[in-house]
């Protein structure tokens, strides 16, 4: 399969807990994302972090990559009932717009 | 700005039944992907369009093709459809540049039913 691996699959946490989810990929990247979905709707870009950073904050999120380990988390800091979705990363290995998509986090936050 | 906008929205066709799904991008987005999201293989990549030339290709079977305007909408067809091409089908526009920059705006997807 060409998909990233993300894990947990699932993952239930009380309102103001932190979320961290990872991404593992197979092959070389040029940037990889970090995209939201909620309810089989589209997806909501989050943030993008390029092959020769290391890490990247936006608000509440706070994304790692790793490209020795081939890997990327992303940290939800002070998690609310709004950000109950799925979370996929995407990563482009040829600098082009063919991405390839995790597998996905399904996160429940409870209120 | 207007998002993207994909029609229909759901559909029901049967098996070797045909279908074309439509997207606008966001005004000035001159690149659309697609995408087919079903539970077991996940978001799957189909093509990409710049300016009303295919620049990417995923792995697909030639049932499935495409197409751009040169207002940079796009259409997406399906063919001879099969049971296994129920799916949620989401297009992405994008700007087009140096795909470090390129994040992608995805539509509410046309929900796909083959019977």
């Known amino acids: 399969s060409q998909q990233g691996e993300e894990d947990p699959q699932a993952l239930s946490i009380q309102e103001g807990e932190n979320a961290t989810m990872n991404c593992s990929y197979k092959?070389?990247?040029?940037?990889l994302q970090w995209y939201r979905q909620n309810s089989g709707r589209g997806l909501v870009h989050l943030i993008l972090?390029?092959?020769?950073?290391r890490e990247k904050h936006s608000g509440r999120l706070r994304v790692t990559l790793d490209t020795s380990k081939k890997s990327s988390s992303l940290l939800i800091t002070a998690s609310r009932a709004a950000d109950t979705a799925s979370y996929f990363c995407?990563?482009?290995?040829?600098?082009?717009?063919?991405?390839?998509f995790g597998t996905g986090t399904r996160l429940k936050v409870l209120a | 700005k207007a998002g993207v906008t994909q029609t229909p929205r759901y559909l029901i066709k049967t098996r070797g039944q045909q279908v074309t799904l439509s997207c606008s991008p966001i005004?000035?987005?001159?690149?659309v992907s697609w995408y087919q999201q079903t539970p077991g293989q996940g978001l799957q990549f189909l093509f990409e369009?710049?300016?009303?030339?295919?620049?990417n290709k995923g792995n697909f079977p030639g049932r499935f093709s495409g197409r751009q305007f040169s207002n940079s909408r796009s259409e997406m067809n399906v063919s001879t459809l099969e049971l296994g091409d129920s799916a949620l089908y989401l297009c992405?526009?994008?700007?087009?540049?140096?795909?470090?920059?390129?994040?992608?705006?995805f539509g509410e997807g046309s929900r796909l039913t083959v019977l």
């Open positions: 005004s000035g987005h001159r690149s």
């Open positions: 992405a526009s994008a700007w087009g540049g140096p795909a470090n920059t390129g994040e992608l705006f």
């Open positions: 972090i390029r092959s020769n950073e």
């Open positions: 092959t070389s990247i040029n940037n």
């Open positions: 369009y710049f300016s009303e030339t295919q620049r």
């Open positions: 995407a990563m482009s290995t040829s600098g082009t717009y063919k991405y390839i």
